[in-house]
């Protein structure tokens, strides 16, 4: 008669060789875009994993160690975009909705809105021109019910045929009207000086606030996430809506009229400070949140690219405050000069700062204009002027010819596409490195349990490297060729 227990062991061995043997066969699904090719957004060939294997170059990850939680990506309703949409066909129109918030697109789950005008708008405008109208009685967004209303609102539809999770927008001031200023005009036409509130009006601006998502929720259905205190309160531009801030100005606003006025009518809306480069992001972080009666009204910190990577400011700001997150909130490139045949360095630059600041705790990106025309416009100087000179326009992932009805995806489409269509909101950032100067490289855990691993190959040569995910008790590897100046996202469970 056979040993029960030698038969018992057998075949519990067998069960674990067999199902360590399907660890390791596990397969990840590999999808590329790389210059010189069709590749954009498209998908490989299944890669298959294996056990450990020698690599000179290695990605290595381990979902074991997880760090911050994502809330999403997504880019501006401006009213420049929302005019550019406003010009194409119904065909083209779905077509720019799908490429960014339908399931086979971008799946964009966050959005900016601007208070009132922006450098891009038609024009100057804002939602009560009334002087001296303190209690904001003739306030109205009609003006918005125009174009923007319009755009997000099939945004907002777009998403939900295939998900449920909400479209979260952050709303953010370039100016207020012109009669709360000290100098009676939007602009700041003596650089920060004067460019701010008469103290007569700071709770009439508080109100407003209050006012604006009040009436997008009940006129049209539209329910604002957030809002930043002030877009760029240093940058003071001569020629567009701006308005100054320091620190201890925006604290002292925050805590003594912005905070009781939102927290009192909009208990959850997520309040954010700063809204601009990251260079001074440390400074502002410690001015207001070290003030008791500043801090408990803010969410967290909105930062801007234009100052350069300084990723460190982000890890400082984030162990100084680790709980108050960190949202990219703009970031746009030049404007594109030929949109039929677009930089490729532009996809690059995208990546690398979004790589960059997830990997130094940032829980989204927020792009600018989500469609400009094909000069980059239109905005207050423009588009007729964009080729004299002044030069103005940007670059936006979407450049449409409105005459010939046709629409120019930007390599930044596609190189954040590889991040954003796969890294879904509530997905943890989980360690991720490698060790090669052209590699750059970042991964997550969505809530259904896949990993997301992201590589970019900033080099004029291809590199083939060893994927290695050491998570738990197992090891499992599988060998990737990154062409040059490409990106990948690799996905597996």
């Given at each position: 008669?056979?040993?029960?227990?030698?038969?018992?062991?057998?075949?519990?061995?067998?069960?674990?060789?067999?199902a360590?043997?399907?660890?390791?066969?596990?397969?990840a699904?590999?999808?590329?875009?790389?210059?010189?090719?069709?590749?954009r957004?498209?998908?490989?060939?299944?890669?298959?994993?294996?056990?450990?294997?020698?690599?000179?170059?290695?990605?290595?990850?381990?979902?074991?160690?997880?760090?911050?939680?994502?809330?999403?990506?997504?880019?501006?309703?401006?009213?420049?975009?929302?005019?550019?949409?406003?010009?194409?066909?119904?065909?083209?129109?779905?077509?720019?909705?799908?490429?960014?918030?339908?399931?086979?697109?971008?799946?964009?789950?966050?959005?900016?809105?601007?208070?009132?005008?922006?450098?891009?708008?038609?024009?100057?405008?804002?939602?009560?021109?009334?002087?001296?109208?303190?209690?904001?009685?003739?306030?109205?967004?009609?003006h918005?019910?125009?174009?923007?209303?319009?755009?997000?609102?099939?945004?907002?539809?777009?998403?939900?045929?295939?998900?449920?999770?909400?479209?979260?927008?952050?709303?953010?001031?370039?100016?207020?009207?012109?009669?709360?200023k000290?100098?009676d005009?939007?602009?700041?036409?003596?650089?920060?000086?004067?460019?701010?509130?008469?103290?007569?009006?700071?709770?009439?601006?508080?109100?407003?606030f209050?006012?604006?998502?009040?009436a997008?929720?009940?006129?049209a259905?539209?329910?604002?996430?957030?809002?930043?205190?002030?877009?760029?309160?240093?940058?003071c531009?001569?020629?567009?809506?701006?308005?100054?801030?320091?620190?201890?100005?925006?604290?002292?606003?925050?805590?003594?009229?912005?905070?009781?006025?939102?927290?009192?009518?909009?208990?959850?809306?997520?309040?954010?400070?700063?809204?601009?480069?990251?260079?001074?992001?440390?400074?502002?972080?410690?001015?207001?949140?070290?003030?008791?009666?500043?801090?408990?009204?803010?969410?967290?910190?909105?930062v801007?690219?234009?100052?350069?990577?300084?990723?460190?400011?982000?890890?400082?700001?984030?162990?100084?405050?680790?709980?108050?997150?960190?949202?990219?909130?703009?970031?746009?490139?030049?404007?594109?000069?030929?949109?039929?045949?677009?930089?490729?360095?532009?996809?690059?630059?995208?990546?690398?700062?979004?790589?960059?600041?997830?990997?130094?705790?940032?829980?989204?990106?927020?792009?600018?204009?989500l469609l400009?025309?094909?000069?980059?416009?239109?905005?207050?100087?423009?588009?007729?002027?964009?080729?004299?000179?002044?030069?103005?326009?940007?670059?936006?992932?979407?450049?449409?010819?409105?005459?010939?009805?046709?629409?120019?995806?930007?390599?930044?489409?596609?190189?954040?596409g590889?991040?954003?269509?796969?890294?879904s909101?509530?997905?943890?950032?989980?360690?991720?490195?490698?060790?090669?100067?052209?590699?750059?490289?970042t991964?997550?855990?969505?809530?259904?349990?896949?990993?997301?691993?992201?590589?970019?190959?900033?080099?004029?040569q291809?590199?083939?490297?060893k994927?290695?995910?050491?998570?738990?008790?197992?090891?499992?590897?599988?060998k990737?060729?990154?062409?040059?100046?490409?990106?990948?996202?690799?996905?597996?469970?």
């Open positions: 008669m056979p040993n029960i227990n030698l038969v018992w062991w057998l075949l519990c061995t067998l069960c674990v060789a067999q360590r043997r399907m660890e390791t066969a596990s397969s699904e590999w999808f590329r875009t790389a210059q010189g090719t069709s590749d957004l498209t998908r490989q060939h299944d890669l298959q994993f294996s056990a450990d294997f020698p690599s000179t170059i290695t990605v290595l990850i381990n979902r074991s160690v997880t760090y911050q939680t994502i809330e999403g990506f997504g880019g501006a309703f401006t009213e420049s975009a929302s005019y550019v949409f406003s010009k194409l066909n119904s065909t083209l129109q779905s077509q720019v909705l799908d490429m960014y918030f339908s399931e086979e697109g971008l799946r964009y789950n966050m959005a900016r809105l601007p208070i009132g005008s922006c450098d891009f708008s038609l024009g100057v405008y804002n939602y009560d021109n009334v002087s001296k109208d303190s209690n904001l009685d003739h306030f109205s967004i009609d918005d019910k125009q174009l923007i209303i319009p755009f997000i609102k099939q945004a907002i539809e777009t998403r939900k045929k295939w998900s449920n999770s909400t479209l979260n927008i952050v709303a953010s001031p370039w100016s207020p009207p012109y009669w709360m000290q100098l005009i939007t602009y700041c036409v003596l650089g920060c000086l004067l460019c701010n509130l008469r103290d007569e009006y700071k709770a009439t601006w508080a109100l407003y209050s006012k604006f998502i009040s997008y929720y009940a006129e259905g539209i329910d604002i996430w957030g809002v930043t205190v002030q877009n760029e309160p240093g940058a531009p001569l020629d567009y809506e701006g308005m100054h801030f320091t620190p201890e100005t925006e604290r002292d606003f925050l805590k003594t009229y912005l905070g009781p006025q939102l927290s009192k009518d909009h208990p959850k809306l997520k309040i954010l400070i700063y809204d601009h480069n990251k260079d001074h992001v440390v400074e502002w972080a410690k001015t207001i949140y070290t003030d008791a009666d500043a801090t408990k009204y803010a969410w967290g910190t909105a801007h690219w234009y100052s350069g990577d300084q990723f460190d400011n982000l890890n400082t700001t984030h162990f100084l405050f680790p709980d108050k997150p960190i949202l990219a909130t703009e970031a746009t490139d030049a404007r594109e000069e030929n949109p039929k045949n677009p930089l490729w360095s532009h996809g690059e630059h995208y990546a690398h700062d979004i790589i960059g600041d997830m990997n130094n705790w940032v829980v989204g990106f927020i792009d600018w204009n400009l025309d094909m000069l980059g416009g239109p905005d207050h100087a423009g588009p007729k002027e964009c080729e004299g000179p002044i030069k103005c326009g940007s670059d936006a992932m979407l450049l449409a010819d409105a005459e010939n009805q046709v629409v120019y995806p930007q390599v930044f489409y596609y190189y954040v590889h991040i954003s269509k796969f890294v909101r509530g997905s943890v950032r989980i360690s991720s490195s490698v060790f090669n100067s052209t590699l750059e490289c991964a997550f855990l969505t809530p259904l349990k896949q990993v997301v691993v992201v590589v970019m190959n900033t080099g004029d291809p590199i083939t490297f994927l290695l995910d050491t998570s738990g008790n197992k090891q499992q590897a599988v990737v060729t990154a062409l040059a100046h490409s990106i990948q996202t690799i996905m597996y469970s």
